[in-house]
């Protein structure tokens, strides 16, 4: 067997700086047979440079859902406090949010999973954060990473 890794990015469809050191990857991803979006936060550092445990996968189906809902939002946010769009199941006990926030006195589109289990129940780790500003350039990604992913 000559490729023993189980991870195989396939194609990247494009990125946004988010600071000087990092910036979110639209990238499409291939594991276990099964092609999904993936959107990361990469950091470029002097001692370390590649994707962070910050992000999220999409299936085709999830991955419509979100073009769907980030499709509907107006160029400029409507109203300045935090709201929840929509929620697509991931699998048993995780859902993907879709939800604007307010950080810093910044309006952003999150995506981040939700996690209900015996143990815990709340928000993950895993999710990205797109500027409200991005978020036409993200649909644009995202859109150009559901035609490879609707492949599967």
Same mark, same amino acid.
Do not use: C, H
């Given at each position: 067997?000559?490729?023993?890794?189980?991870?195989?990015?396939?194609?990247?469809?494009?990125?946004?700086?988010?600071?000087?050191?990092?910036e979110l990857k639209f990238y499409v991803d291939e594991y276990r047979?099964?092609?999904?979006?993936?959107?990361?936060?990469?950091?470029?550092?002097?001692? $370390?440079? #590649?994707?962070? !445990?910050? /992000? =999220?996968?999409?299936?085709?189906?999830?991955?419509?859902?979100?073009?769907?809902? @980030?499709?509907?939002?107006?160029?400029?946010?409507?109203?300045?406090?935090?709201?929840?769009?929509?929620?697509?199941?991931?699998?048993?006990?995780?859902?993907?949010?879709?939800?604007?926030?307010?950080?810093?006195?910044?309006?952003?589109?999150d995506l981040r999973e939700w996690v209900e289990d015996v143990d $815990?129940? #709340?928000?993950? !780790?895993? /999710? =990205?954060?797109?500027?409200?500003?991005?978020?036409?350039?993200?649909?644009?990604? @995202?859109?150009?990473?559901?035609k490879l992913v609707a492949k599967a």
């Amino acid at each position: 067997m000559a490729e023993s890794r189980e991870f195989k990015p396939l194609k990247e469809a494009g990125a946004i700086p988010i600071s000087d050191s990092s910036e979110l990857k639209f990238y499409v991803d291939e594991y276990r047979g099964y092609k999904y979006a993936s959107v990361r936060t990469f950091v470029k550092g002097d001692t $370390y440079s #590649g994707p962070t !445990k910050s /992000g =999220v996968t999409l299936n085709a189906a999830v991955l419509e859902g979100v073009i769907a809902t @980030l499709s509907k939002l107006p160029p400029e946010p409507d109203v300045l406090e935090e709201k929840e769009l929509a929620r697509f199941p991931k699998k048993m006990g995780v859902e993907l949010v879709v939800r604007i926030t307010i950080f810093r006195d910044s309006t952003g589109v999150d995506l981040r999973e939700w996690v209900e289990d015996v143990d $815990y129940k #709340g928000w993950s !780790k895993k /999710g =990205v954060r797109i500027p409200y500003k991005d978020v036409p350039k993200s649909l644009e990604f @995202l859109k150009e990473m559901q035609k490879l992913v609707a492949k599967a």
